[in-house]
């Protein structure tokens, strides 16, 4: 993939990511994405920070998103009807 794909994924990924947050209320943890420390607009740093920080997002936008579908289960589990 060439950089100037890679920084559109990038810059995508960030408005989706901000679209959860602010029209879904889904709060997208971006952990990860903060370690990267590359921003989507920052276009003269190098090729593999952008990869990195893409597929941080895409994990820390994954991770939350699977938190809303699937809350965590009760810890007391139903009782068996007889």
Do not use: T
């Amino acid at each position: 993939m060439i950089k100037d794909e890679l920084l559109h994924i990038h810059q995508l990924l960030d408005v989706v990511s901000d679209h959860l947050e602010e029209e879904r209320g889904v709060e997208v943890e971006i952990n990860e994405y903060e370690d990267a420390l590359v921003g989507p607009y920052e276009v003269f740093e190098n090729k593999q920070k952008h990869a990195d920080a893409v597929n941080a997002l895409h994990q820390d936008i994954d991770a939350s998103i699977e938190k809303v579908n699937n809350p965590a289960e009760k810890s007391v589990a139903p009782q068996e009807q007889h």
